[in-house]
C-alpha cells in the first residue's frame, strides 16, 4: 500500500494541512500581531496599521481558497 498515510492518500493529508493546519497558524499569527500591539500601546491607528500590514498576506491566500471554492477548481 504504497502512496498512503494511516489510510489518507498524500493528497488528502495535504488538503487537510493545507486547511486547517495552516488555517489555525493564520488565527495564531493574529493573535501574535494582536499581542504586539498591545505591548507596543500603538493606539487604534497603530494596531489598525499593524494589522493591515502584517495580515495582507494572509488575506491573499484566503482570497485564493474563495476564489478557487467559487469556481470549483
Do not use: H
Request: no cysteine; charged share 10%; glycine share 16%.
Amino acid at each position: 500500500m504504497s502512496g498512503t498515510i494511516f489510510g489518507y492518500t498524500e493528497a488528502e493529508v495535504a488538503e487537510f494541512g493545507m486547511t486547517f493546519l495552516l488555517g489555525g497558524f493564520m488565527l495564531y499569527m493574529l493573535f501574535i500581531i494582536g499581542e504586539l500591539a498591545w505591548k507596543s500601546q500603538a493606539g487604534r491607528i497603530g494596531t489598525f496599521v499593524l494589522f493591515f500590514v502584517l495580515a495582507f498576506g494572509m488575506l491573499g491566500f484566503v482570497a485564493k481558497a474563495i476564489i478557487k471554492k467559487m469556481w470549483g477548481i
